[in-house]
Structures are given as structure tokens and as C-alpha cells.
């Protein structure tokens, strides 16, 4: 056993000695699986590229890649040496030993601060020209510096940079127009007053007019695609060539593009008769096309993390609608927003409560901080009286509000999303414990249900069995029994869809991926749960029925990371495929072809964005390595449509969960605010 072994051995939970030095106790750490290996691996680069490197600069660098791999765009260094608890979140024993090492000489902000200012891996902005240095220290004169890996800092710059041009930049309107197409797209909406309640959905298409950026936000139910399909046919009405205007869709994943297709024609062809005869959208639906993944509408490059899609080459539209943006990590949005050409106009989709992107950034999460108190302008307000007939609330107005205030809308009242499994949302989104168990206990109907305990058998049984009305993987299972005569097409086509559409009615949904509660267990158990019932056949890794998800883009097969699908028959029987359903489009490919797919009865909550089951269960385990945060059981819950059951290993994770809400350090507001310079 090697002297870090037996150090952590011995100590693992002994607070009561003298810090370790800071190189064992790093190595210890990683051994607890607190950092990872990566971690430790640019702490070397560090210290190899650094004669006598301070424990200062080797910790702050070793945070800053622990952080990243958590979601974090940079590490800010005040916070951690005041509060490191509430940035890293670190259990209880692996805390105390960071707190005993930041207690010793050395580790003040001015000592961080000199360390990493006097070394040349590090950039200090407004101090030093930019020479390729892999870290950046910004605000060094504030009290709250930032400490960056350069890419996240470029991309946290890029982002500014187009948001703060987006927001400037009018448009000229013709407000006669655009009050007539407003009439026509919204007629059962009254003109408002101080007393009544303003239509955010007509607002919102109003102020879309404005400019090129706009953001709407807004919970489940909210009808943020409505909104975006009667933008659509705003922007078709009001142009003078509707028929040239080149329209875009696209999603971070391919089922959420699949449904934001689905949604957008669908209201788009309720739409006809209002706009008829002026406006074809039959046509117009057709000419804009499928929507895409972010990955294909950009052109990944297999190997690389370059694009097709570039500033130099940028994407030839006009009008890019982009859903479910909460999952679009910071790196993408520099991306996307490098390739849009200037003229065009982005209409970015999302709910900002829910779970930020798996990757570094919460980008809509900070553009939309201040989007529940408006903060808009006179003129914002008297525009939207004059075009659209509707008052802003005097609470959300402010004579200093943001460019970006005046570009960013959120839909405040769910059309859809009501009952008990609503009045939960809204309870755990505003981390009101005591009102959450109090739905879950009192519930009048049966669409909601909790349990707690350790016996893993209740979660097998349930996703087997399934509890009264609510789906189940039986009724999945039941299709899959129901198989098509061998050559015949149509049969064939019916019989997958049905089989695709009844696995969709549920999904078992966990906070992390190993062990007996997380993913790979749980997909293990209900495997052979299933098997045990006679629900699924005997067989090696590729049965009939096994359900897969996609973890690798791979665009030659049209395949996706977060795609998923079931192993079925070909349509003569004499061959596995993986057949995906996006939307009406039904496609397959070989089991031999795909290589990058796992199992999928049980699946992430990160991974479940962007789709919605008839019954959701969300699965809260004791050990969570500090994932169990407030969004993530709010993503949970409102995945749901008819019926949620909450699985919890002990009573109170819930209302740990909810004092926990999701924290990422980020620079991106001090950026738009003008505190850092966005150009280079």
C-alpha cells in the first residue's frame, strides 16, 4: 500500500490531525474520489511549468479544474477562502480538511492573489497582453477576482460580445403593421390596464420586433412554443418577402428538436385561419424543414472542437429559433452565436429554474437573473401599450433597466402545468419544504406519490408494476408482445411506434449514475425484474425490447448524444435494429453499428431534459456527491405530465435537496455590465 493509501486509510475520517501536506492531501482526495484525476494532472502541469510553486497557486489551480468539471465557468477566489463550503459543497469530512488547509500561512486573497499574479501561466486582465497563458485572473483590484482556464474566458467574452451587439442593435418597425398582424395572431387577447393582467405571450412576440436577440423564459405550460410559432408568423407577416425568409429550428438534443418541431407546426397550421388569405404556413411550415440538434445545425467536427458553422463561415439563415436552452452549456452558446450571421435574428427558448447544462455555464440562467422583475424601460413600456395593447405592471418597471431587460420575456402563468403536480413545482422551485411535503402528503387526486426507505425492491416494483392509473414499463412490455407478422410494412411500422410510444409513458429518473440508486443499479435491477416477470427475454447485451440511449454524436448514422430508442426486429425478422422515433419520422439503425449506447430504463434528470412521461419517478439517494440540489428535483418533477412518484432512501432529502438551490460561478454579468471589456 502506498503512503497515501495508508494516509487515507487511516485518516479518512480524523479531523483531529494536523493538515496533511497539501501534495498527500490532494492525492488523498482523489483517492476519496472528492477530484478527479484530471484535476491532479493539471496541478503537475502547473507545478512542472512553475519553479517553486506556492501551495497557493497549486490549490487555486486544482479548484479551478475541480470547479469546471462541475459546471463552474472560473473560481472565484474570494468566495472560496470565506465561504468554501457554499462554492464547492464538499461533504462533510473532505471539507474540514480543505477548511485546515486554507487555515494555514499563506492562503489569504492577497497571498492567492500575488501567487498567482507572479506566475506566467497566469494572465492578469488590464496588466498583461494576452500571449497564450492557460489561466486568466480578472477583477484583480475588485474584492470579488475571478480566476479562469483561458477557453472558459474566452467563450464568457464571445458570449458578451454578441448579447451586449444583439441588444443595440433596432430594428425599424413598421408599428401600423405589426399592430394589425398582433389583432389578427392573438384575438381573444384584450387591450389591458393598470388593473388587468398583461398577455406576456403577445408582449413577447411585440418586443421580438425590436431587435435581434430575444429570450423567453418561463415554466411548463407557459407556452413558450406557442408564443415562438405566433412569432413566426409575425415575422412572415410583417416581411415583405415571407417566402425568403430563411427559418432555422434547433435544440441541444435530437428528441427536444423532434418536439420543438412537432409543437411549432402544429400551432403554426391552427393558425391558418386567422392569417388567410395573406399567409400560406402549409407552405411556409414545409420550407422551413426539420429541426436540428445545436451539434448538426453547427457541423461538428468529428475529433476537433472546431465547426463548419463559423464566424468565417457563417450559417445562411435569418431566423433561428433554439428551445430547451437551459441545456446549452457556455462553449456551445459562443459557438452558436459566432456562427449567426449579425442580420439575423435568435430567439432563444427556455426555462431558467431548471437544471443548468452538464458541461461549464448556466448561460440562460444568467442572462434571465433578472428576468421575474422586468426591469423595463419607458419607452419598452409605452411601446408595449402602443403596439400591443398591453400595460406593463408598474413593479416591473425601472427607468435603469438593461439592454438585455428589454430584449428577455418571462411567460408567467402555465396553461397546462396545473393540479398537485404543479403546486409542487412551484413549492420546490421556491424551496418551500414544509408546502412540498405537504402536496405530496395531501394530494386529492392520485397523480402524485412518495416514499421513502431503503428497500430497493418498492422502486422494481413500481417501475414494473407501476401504481394504479399511472404507466409503467408492464405497458411497454405488453407491446413489445403484440409483434407484427414478418414482412409486412405497415404492421411493422405500427407495431414499433406503438411499442416506442408506450415506453415513453415512463421513465425512472436518477440523481447520479453509480451505485444501487443511481443509474447503472437501478437499469441492472429493473432489467431483471422485467426478465423475472416474463416481460423480457433471456439473452446478452442485445435483446429484443432492451431500450438504449445515445451517449456520442455520430452524424454519419443520425444518431445523437441523449437520442433513445428500442431494440426491435427488422421489418423481415432476420435482424436487431434501434428504431427513434422524432415525431412522425421513424429511422433505424443496426444494433453492430452503434457503439456508443447503454441501457435506458433508468436515465439522469440531466438526461431527461427536453422530454416529458406520463409518469415520472424521480429517484433521491442518501449519497448524492453533492448533486441533490433544488433544480434537479424541480427538472424532475415537471417532466411529468400525469402522475409523479418521488423515491427518497431517507424522508428528509427532499428537504435538503430544497435548501440547496444550484449555484455556478460565473462571469458573464459583469461582462454585459461592463466591468470586464469584452474585446480582446
Known amino acids: 500500500m502506498s503512503h497515501v493509501d495508508d494516509v487515507f486509510t487511516l485518516d479518512l475520517f480524523d479531523t483531529t490531525q494536523a493538515p496533511l501536506p497539501l501534495l498527500e492531501q490532494l492525492h488523498a482526495w482523489q483517492a476519496q474520489d472528492v477530484l478527479r484525476q484530471l484535476d491532479l494532472a493539471w496541478m503537475q502541469f502547473v507545478r512542472d511549468h512553475h519553479n517553486a510553486a506556492s501551495d497557493a497557486l497549486l490549490l487555486a489551480a486544482t479548484l479551478l479544474t475541480h470547479l469546471e468539471g462541475r459546471g463552474h465557468s472560473c473560481l472565484p477566489l474570494a468566495e472560496v477562502l470565506s465561504h468554501p463550503s457554499e462554492v464547492l459543497g464538499w461533504e462533510s469530512n473532505a471539507q ?16 492567492w492573489l500575488h501567487a498567482l499574479s507572479g506566475s506566467a501561466l497566469v494572465r492578469v486582465v488590464d496588466r498583461d497582453a494576452d500571449t497564450g497563458q492557460p489561466m486568466v485572473l480578472a477583477g484583480m483590484q475588485s474584492e470579488t477576482p475571478l480566476l479562469y482556464l483561458r477557453r472558459y474566458w474566452h467563450h464568457e467574452r464571445l458570449v458578451a460580445q454578441h448579447v451586449q451587439a444583439r441588444c443595440v442593435q433596432p430594428d425599424t418597425i413598421d408599428e401600423a403593421s405589426a399592430k394589425k398582424w398582433l389583432e389578427r395572431l392573438f384575438p381573444s387577447s384584450p387591450k389591458t390596464t393598470n388593473a388587468t393582467a398583461c398577455d406576456w405571450q403577445r408582449l413577447a412576440c411585440a418586443l421580438a420586433l425590436r431587435g435581434r436577440l430575444t429570450i423567453i423564459t418561463g415554466g411548463p405550460g407557459t ?22 425568409l430563411r427559418v432555422a429550428l434547433a435544440a441541444p ?3 427536444a428538436a423532434a418536439r420543438l418541431k412537432q409543437s411549432i407546426d402544429h400551432a403554426l397550421l391552427e393558425l391558418q385561419p386567422l392569417v388567410a388569405p395573406d399567409l400560406d404556413l402549409p407552405a411556409l411550415v414545409e420550407r422551413t424543414g426539420a429541426a436540428r440538434t445545436l451539434h448538426s445545425l453547427l457541423g461538428s467536427q468529428p475529433g476537433t ?19 430547451e436552452a437551459s441545456m446549452v452549456h457556455l462553449e456551445m452558446m459562443a459557438a452558436l452565436l459566432e456562427a449567426l450571421p449579425p442580420t439575423a435574428r435568435l430567439i432563444v427558448l427556455g426555462d431558467k429554474d431548471q437544471l443548468a447544462s452538464v458541461e461549464a455555464g448556466a448561460v440562460l440562467g444568467d442572462l434571465c437573473r433578472s428576468a421575474e422583475n422586468g426591469h423595463y424601460t419607458p419607452d419598452t413600456v409605452a411601446y408595449a401599450l402602443r403596439v400591443a395593447g398591453q400595460h406593463i405592471p408598474a413593479a416591473l418597471q425601472d427607468s435603469d433597466g438593461s439592454a438585455l431587460a428589454q430584449r428577455t420575456i418571462m411567460l408567467r402563468h402555465s396553461h397546462r402545468f396545473g393540479g398537485p403536480i404543479g403546486e409542487l413545482a412551484q413549492a420546490v422551485n421556491a424551496g418551500d419544504a414544509a408546502t412540498a411535503q405537504q402536496v405530496l402528503a395531501h394530494c386529492a387526486d392520485d397523480s402524485l406519490h412518495a416514499s421513502s426507505g431503503g428497500a430497493l425492491k418498492r422502486i422494481w416494483d413500481l417501475a414494473v408494476h407501476g401504481r394504479g392509473p399511472a404507466a409503467s414499463y408492464r405497458h411497454y412490455a405488453q407491446a413489445l408482445g403484440t409483434h407484427a407478422p414478418a414482412g409486412d410494412e405497415a404492421a411493422h411500422r405500427a407495431w414499433v411506434i406503438g411499442v416506442l410510444r408506450a415506453f415513453e409513458g415512463f421513465r425512472l429518473l436518477c440523481a447520479v449514475r453509480e451505485g444501487d440508486w443511481g443509474v447503472e443499479g ?28 445515445v451517449t456520442r454524436n455520430d452524424a454519419a448514422l443520425g444518431v445523437f448524444n441523449g437520442d433513445i430508442g428500442i431494440t426491435l426486429p ?3 425478422g432476420d435482424a436487431l435494429r434501434v428504431y427513434f422515433l422524432d415525431g412522425a419520422e421513424l429511422r433505424s439503425v443496426g444494433v453492430a453499428r452503434l457503439a456508443h449506447v447503454e441501457t435506458a430504463f433508468a436515465m439522469t434528470v440531466h438526461k431527461s431534459q427536453g422530454s416529458e412521461f406520463a409518469h415520472t419517478a424521480l429517484v433521491l439517494p442518501a449519497r448524492s456527491g453533492g448533486v441533490l440540489g433544488r433544480e434537479l428535483v424541480y427538472t424532475g ?20 435537496a430544497l435548501a440547496n438551490p444550484t449555484r455556478r460561478s460565473s462571469g458573464l454579468l459583469r461582462f454585459l455590465q461592463g466591468e470586464f471589456a469584452v474585446t480582446a
Not at 474540514?96 to 497571498?111: E, K, N, V
Not at 410559432?229 to 407577416?237: F, H, I, K, V, Y
Not at 437501478?522 to 426478465?531: C, F, P, Q, T, V
Open 96 to 111: 474540514m480538511q480543505l477548511q485546515a488547509q486554507l487555515d494555514l500561512p499563506g492562503h489569504s486573497l492577497a497571498q
Open 522 to 549: 437501478l437499469n441492472s435491477a429493473i432489467e431483471k425484474a422485467l426478465r423475472a416477470q416474463g416481460l423480457l427475454p433471456s439473452g446478452g447485451e442485445w435483446y429484443v425490447g432492451r431500450p438504449v440511449m
Open 570 to 572: 427488422s421489418v423481415r
Open 305 to 323: 472542437r472546431q465547426w463548419r458553422h463559423q464566424r468565417h463561415h457563417p450559417l445562411e439563415v435569418d431566423v433561428l429559433i433554439v428551445d
Open 253 to 255: 438534443t435530437g428528441k
Open 223 to 244: 407556452g413558450k412554443t406557442y408564443t415562438a410559432a405566433r412569432l413566426l408568423a409575425l415575422l412572415w407577416g410583417t416581411s415583405a418577402q415571407p417566402h425568403d
Open 637 to 656: 418533477i415537471t417532466r411529468a405530465r400525469q402522475h409523479f412518484s418521488l423515491l427518497t432512501q431517507h424522508s428528509a432529502l427532499l428537504a435538503e
